[in-house]
């Protein structure tokens, strides 16, 4: 459907950028290159949106070659209607995160956008592999500059919270890595549309022990409750770009591995796991928003929101209806939407006081009309808000799990209400009311480059708002395959 390997292109050329930047440039021209390669990145992967066929479940783009003949493993390729829009969202993000970091970081400059770049390869990458083994190596390779990112240019407490996020990841990787050496047994193939077609081979039992084995890295990824406990201190010590890699994308990796791996490839591991993943999912909702209630550090604020968000994805992924499923991964873009946008936020106004608390702000609407213009935005979005992205997302995701239990349903309703009042009162104390007297003095408003930054993300809020069929049209056809594969109840 092109003329040259789009995928391959658009996933590796963030990894030539890398590597100009460590031969050959100096910091300032390290900037450059990384805001070029993240440009040209996303402008090469155009022709994806613009030729795709969204009447077609298939995979597209499809690339393939023998890479491991003696194994039967091959480099593929290919992208569906599912995978399709986080690939976009990986693209613009990458180009926003150079962008926040252009004055923020100062320190191993070179390395800093070396690491984002190899970090936007592992992200695209994953998304667009098409058998189990690149998917796998991606998903490792995700692991180092996010490590990085963190232990290296993040704040006081950057090495604890980077090894947690590291043991915690790994643990999960290993039992993934067995499970995918047991299906390689099993069925002599790791290619995903191959394995989908072979899975009656796979006996149930075998499933159980294989739907757990992945479990335990799409958990942690996601991540769920109660192995979400690395992401409140990966994000508050993370560097701004590293918080919205990993709020924007990588949380998002799990829940897509559940819709890659888990679903079509182990039904009978779903069944058996259904209630239980429905229990966490509701749990995780409604804690996750409470926990949030009381936060004092705005980016702990919201890295914990984020386990309530991500609970109403798994929710609706295990709802096992088009409704429900087609509302996950639209929340799945939504929330990668918001949450880079507000961790955008609060890494702009932190700049300026290097404080988080958020008995330190307040008043801030006096002197930063455009700031507080644009958060509310944001916090609306992320309330569920008619006419911004997260309400349809929302609404699919809610009318899904009244169809599978209503008390599923009532619990993701509270789940909002909570959702509106912790980031009300959020921006209440940092936005409102008197102006804190320790800001006096201090110049409070975005500039130019900030608000370049901010400002697609506030369009797609209220584009996403008023189109989401923008989204929704690519996910039709896969998710309907998916769901008569076998694992609807």
Known sequence: M??????????????????????????????????ATTLATLGVSLPLYWQFDKASSALQFVESADWIPSLNITYGMGVDGISLPFIFLATLLSVLCIGASWVAVQTRVREFYAALLVAETA??????ASNLFLFFVFWELMLIPVFLLIGVWGGPGRVYAAVKFLIFTLSGSVLMLVGIIAIYRTCGTLDFKALALAKASLQPEQQAWLFAAFLAAFAVKVPMFPV????????????????????????????????RVSLPILPHGVQLFLKPMLIISAVAIVWGAYVTLVQTDVKRLIAFSSVSHMGFVTLGIFTLNRSGVEGAILQMVNHGIISAALFLCVGMIYERTHSREIKDYGGVARVAPVYATLLALFCLAAMGTPGLNSFIGEFLIIGGA??????????????????????????YRVVM???????????????????????????????????????????RAPVAQLLAAGVTP
């Not at 992200?123 to 667009?128: K, N, R, V, Y």
């Not at 890699?245 to 591995?257: D, F, Q, R, V, W």
């Open 433 to 475: 009311g008197e102006m804190n007297p320790g800001l006096a003095g201090l110049k409070l408003e975005l500039n130019a480059r900030e608000v370049a930054t901010l400002a697609p993300l506030a369009l797609l809020a209220v584009f996403l708002g008023l189109h989401p069929e923008w989204v929704l049209s690519y996910l």
């Open 123 to 128: 992200m695209i990458g994953l998304f667009a």
């Open 402 to 427: 009244f169809k599978t239990q209503a008390w599923l349903g009532a619990a993701a309703v509270w789940g909002v209400a909570l959702g509106t009042a912790y980031l009300i009162w959020l921006y």
């Open 2 to 35: 092109t003329a040259y390997p789009v995928l391959t292109t658009t996933t590796f050329l963030p990894l030539v950028g890398a590597a100009l930047i460590l031969l050959f440039g100096s910091e300032r021209l390290a900037r450059w290159i990384g805001l």
């Open 228 to 259: 979400h406990t690395w992401l409140p201190n990966a994000h508050t010590e993370a560097p701004t770009a590293g918080s919205v890699i990993l709020a924007g994308i990588l949380l998002k990796m799990g829940a897509y591995g559940f819709l």
